[in-house]
T-cell receptor, first 113, second 111 residues
Framework: GENVEQHPSTLSVQEGDSAVIKCTYSDSASNYFPWYKQELGKRPQLIIDIRSNVGEKKDQRIAVTLNKTAKHFSLHITETQPEDSAVYFCAASRRGGYQKVTFGIGTKLQVIP | DGGITQSPKYLFRKEGQNVTLSCEQNLNHDAMYWYRQDPGQGLRLIYYSQIVNDFQKGDIAEGYSVSREKKESFPLTVTSAQKNPTAFYLC??????????FGPGTRLTVL
């Protein structure tokens, strides 16, 4: 089955700096990679996703990159703000039908004002 | 997200008791999922269902049971066979294409 590794487990950055979270996956057939943000005590919410036919996707201050050859993908947050503080999860799955989604263990991001 | 509800928000269980967690969605999603969240372990899949009257075990199904009698509902029962049930339980649903929408969660504590 799929195995997703995520690091770092915790990350502290100064407000305005960039944050990068990295994930690797094991199943070469995986082709859908979502990222979720979970604020304390709340539900995870999708913030961005990427499919295997593209190498990069941006949405305002958030970007995700994918390297299928190396089987890794990363989340980049620029100009971080205190409200970016949360736990971020990466995930991987095969596309098509209703596939299992395998999650990483999460990264707790703290943005220091 | 507002189309997925879970109840109760907090649940306390005594040793040896079975308890049932509710999950309802009005998003007309075919697939529904149950995850368990423990500190430092991310989201682990308990059970998932792709269509009514069908479901599959996830990675940590032991001690849990589910049913899917209606498209909108996917209740999870935590049985007495689950030795360490204290955790945060999240239900999710999806349309084809894998994006999952989560409910607000139920925090279960064993007394």
């Amino acid at each position: 089955g799929e195995n997703v590794e995520q690091h770092p487990s915790t990350l502290s950055v100064q407000e305005g700096d960039s944050a990068v979270i990295k994930c690797t996956y094991s199943d070469s057939a995986s082709n859908y990679f979502p990222w979720y943000k979970q604020e304390l005590g709340k539900r995870p919410q999708l913030i961005i996703d990427i499919r295997s036919n593209v190498g990069e996707k941006k949405d305002q201050r958030i970007a995700v990159t994918l390297n299928k050859t190396a089987k890794h993908f990363s989340l980049h947050i620029t100009e971080t703000q205190p409200e970016d503080s949360a736990v971020y999860f990466c995930a991987a799955s095969r596309r098509g039908g209703y596939q299992k989604v395998t999650f990483g263990i999460g990264t707790k991001l703290q943005v220091i004002p | 997200d507002g189309g997925i509800t879970q109840s109760p928000k907090y649940l306390f269980r005594k040793e040896g008791q079975n308890v049932t967690l509710s999950c309802e969605q009005n998003l007309n999603h075919d697939a529904m999922y149950w995850y368990r969240q423990d500190p430092g372990q991310g989201l682990r899949l308990i059970y998932y269902s792709q269509i009514v009257n069908d479901f599959q075990k996830g990675d940590i199904a032991e001690g849990y049971s589910v049913s899917r009698e209606k498209k909108e509902s996917f209740p999870l029962t935590v049985t007495s066979a689950q030795k360490n049930p204290t955790a945060f339980y999240l239900c999710a649903s999806s349309i084809e294409g894998n994006t999952q929408y989560f409910g607000p969660g139920t925090r279960l504590t064993v007394l």
